[in-house]
């Protein structure tokens, strides 16, 4: 019976590390995006060091699409599925416009209260990031959460989140167009 158990607790521990992949749900390589996996001090801190994407969209004069994702959300899944479906579409005006997709993957345990975003050697929690970005979306995070910015951290547009996101490529399309860079 205690070996039987032993065999069960390790067999659902090994399921549960299975479970969290550090990578996209879906094949996002056609964006080739920057992934930033997390600092993950604690159960109740995850830290995202923006600062080499910084450095680098300042480097080759591009803006930044900035996906905070969770491995285990829904919703994260459908959104990163029709980038991964539509990548034929939307890939390519991503590369022409020097798009730079940076990709950081989470955990919906990961609450706006854990999530803390590095820029600049500032570390600020999720709902601070919000408002010095002047993102008006402040009232609570809910995956996934998209940002179009310049390399400055401004904010280029105020974008859905949530449930909702892009249902189209033309939506997305439309969504993107104030952060594309005239090639």
């Given amino acids: 019976m205690k070996t039987a158990m032993l065999t069960a607790l390790a067999l659902f521990a090994?399921?549960?590390q299975a479970?969290?992949?550090?990578h996209p749900i879906a094949d996002l390589s056609a964006y080739q995006p920057l992934q930033i996996l997390p600092d993950k001090?604690?159960?109740?801190?995850?830290?995202?060091?923006?600062?080499?994407?910084?450095?680098q969209a300042r480097r080759e004069g591009r803006n930044i699409y900035l996906v905070?994702?969770?491995?285990?959300c829904h919703f994260c899944a459908r959104y990163e599925h029709f980038l991964a479906?539509?990548?034929k579409a939307l890939a390519p005006p991503f590369r022409r416009h020097k798009l730079l997709f940076v990709y950081l993957p989470s955990?919906?345990?990961?609450?706006?209260?854990?999530?803390?975003?590095?820029?600049?050697?500032?570390?600020?929690?999720?709902?601070?990031?919000?408002?010095a970005l002047g993102d008006e979306r402040t009232k609570r995070m809910v995956y996934p959460v998209i940002?179009?910015?310049?390399?400055?951290?401004?904010?280029?547009?105020?974008?859905?989140?949530?449930?909702?996101?892009?249902?189209?490529?033309?939506?997305?399309?439309?969504?993107?167009?104030?952060?594309?860079?005239?090639?």
Avoid: M
């Fill in 147 to 183: 940002w179009l910015l310049d390399p400055a951290l401004k904010n280029l547009s105020q974008l859905p989140y949530g449930t909702g996101t892009f249902e189209t490529v033309e939506d997305q399309l439309e969504v993107i167009g104030p952060a594309l860079v005239k090639p």
């Fill in 68 to 72: 905070l994702s969770a491995w285990d």
């Fill in 41 to 55: 001090t604690s159960p109740t801190h995850w830290e995202f060091d923006l600062d080499p994407a910084l450095q």
């Fill in 85 to 87: 479906r539509n990548a």
């Fill in 107 to 131: 955990a919906l345990e990961a609450q706006g209260q854990h999530v803390y975003l590095k820029a600049g050697g500032q570390s600020r929690v999720y709902a601070d990031f919000q408002r």
């Fill in 19 to 22: 479970a969290q992949p550090d």
């Fill in 14 to 16: 090994a399921l549960a």
